[in-house]
């Protein structure tokens, strides 16, 4: 094992970065690195000095997938009493917004992880795609079902079955990700995205996200009715009174997240 932590942080403002730092592999993703990745959200996401959580890779990788390595010899049993997919569900709740800086490859879990980010700046040149195929499997944290959402069935079945990558440009035509940038500015366009979100009222935020994310699971009419109630429910924060206050007072709102 390498001495260097797996994962590194920082804070800029409310903006907590979290770098994926496995280099030599790729950013491939251990059971250690997402146990551990999925504690630091939890703490970032109960910390109120935070608001937006932005994961990154490095310039050559986002992560080219789960550690090939740790896996070649498990068995069915040793994979699911592993139980690798309880740190994902960790992930899944967290609350709040989480940007996603995307460079290089994003594979199989990597683009699995990327798809559990909320807005996804992405470079140009990234390398976008499922290809477990090629290893003798399929994709198994979300992939073939949050993909098939995101960019429809004849795309999914295409990237699934054949293992093949999108560019950058590509995934953002079908709306895979949420901004495409010159490959130079990968890493400061994705934490300007994030330092403008942190401005934003944070319970607002988290009732936002929470919408949009039920878009993907409930019917429209429920879809219609949870997004009224969360709706309603803000007008009983500060910040709805200092954010409409303040647009009629033509003056900046100052929010404080109650
Ligand atoms: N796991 C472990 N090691 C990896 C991985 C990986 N996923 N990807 C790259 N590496 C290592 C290579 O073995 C190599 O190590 P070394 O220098 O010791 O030989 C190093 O990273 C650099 O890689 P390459 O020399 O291969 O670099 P290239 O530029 O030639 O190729 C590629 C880059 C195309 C990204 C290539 O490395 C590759 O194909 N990687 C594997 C991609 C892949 O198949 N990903 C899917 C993995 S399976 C998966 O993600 C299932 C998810 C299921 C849910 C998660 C819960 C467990």
Same mark, same amino acid.
């Given at each position: 094992m390498s001495d260097q932590p797996h994962l590194l942080t920082e804070t800029h403002g409310a903006v907590a970065v979290i770098r994926i730092n496995r280099p030599k592999v790729l950013n491939a993703l251990n059971l250690e690195l997402m146990t551990d990745l999925?504690?630091?959200?939890?703490?970032?996401d109960a910390d109120d000095s935070i608001n937006v959580i932005l994961l990154a890779g490095t310039e050559r990788a986002w992560a080219a997938g789960a550690d090939i390595g740790d896996m070649a010899t498990a068995s069915v049993n040793d994979m699911a009493s592993? &139980?690798?997919?309880?740190?994902?569900e960790?992930?899944?709740?967290? $609350?709040? +917004?989480i940007v996603a800086a995307v460079s290089g490859f994003a594979l199989g879990?990597?683009?699995?992880?990327?798809?559990?980010?909320?807005?996804?700046?992405?470079?140009e040149t990234a390398r976008i795609g499922q290809p477990e195929i090629n290893i003798g499997v399929m994709p198994g944290a979300g992939g073939t079902q949050r993909l098939t959402r995101a960019v429809g069935k004849a795309l999914a079945m295409d990237v699934v079955l054949s293992?093949?990558?999108?560019?950058?440009?590509?995934?953002?035509?079908?709306?895979?990700v949420s901004r495409v940038v010159p490959p130079e500015?990968?890493? &400061?366009?994705?934490?300007?995205?994030?330092t403008a979100i942190?401005? $934003?009222? +944070?319970i607002a935020l988290r009732s936002a996200k929470e919408a949009v994310l039920k878009a993907q699971e409930l019917p429209l009419s429920q879809g219609l009715e949870y997004e009224r109630k969360l709706f309603y429910m803000l007008f009983d924060t500060e910040d709805q009174k200092e954010g409409m206050s303040a647009f009629v007072e033509k003056r900046k709102p100052t929010f404080k997240g109650r």
């Amino acid at each position: 094992m390498s001495d260097q932590p797996h994962l590194l942080t920082e804070t800029h403002g409310a903006v907590a970065v979290i770098r994926i730092n496995r280099p030599k592999v790729l950013n491939a993703l251990n059971l250690e690195l997402m146990t551990d990745l999925a504690g630091m959200m939890e703490q970032f996401d109960a910390d109120d000095s935070i608001n937006v959580i932005l994961l990154a890779g490095t310039e050559r990788a986002w992560a080219a997938g789960a550690d090939i390595g740790d896996m070649a010899t498990a068995s069915v049993n040793d994979m699911a009493s592993r &139980d690798q997919f309880a740190q994902w569900e960790r992930i899944k709740r967290i $609350k709040k +917004p989480i940007v996603a800086a995307v460079s290089g490859f994003a594979l199989g879990g990597g683009c699995e992880l990327m798809m559990h980010c909320d807005v996804i700046v992405c470079s140009e040149t990234a390398r976008i795609g499922q290809p477990e195929i090629n290893i003798g499997v399929m994709p198994g944290a979300g992939g073939t079902q949050r993909l098939t959402r995101a960019v429809g069935k004849a795309l999914a079945m295409d990237v699934v079955l054949s293992g093949r990558f999108l560019s950058g440009q590509e995934a953002m035509s079908h709306g895979l990700v949420s901004r495409v940038v010159p490959p130079e500015h990968w890493f &400061d366009e994705a934490l300007k995205v994030a330092t403008a979100i942190a401005a $934003k009222p +944070p319970i607002a935020l988290r009732s936002a996200k929470e919408a949009v994310l039920k878009a993907q699971e409930l019917p429209l009419s429920q879809g219609l009715e949870y997004e009224r109630k969360l709706f309603y429910m803000l007008f009983d924060t500060e910040d709805q009174k200092e954010g409409m206050s303040a647009f009629v007072e033509k003056r900046k709102p100052t929010f404080k997240g109650r």
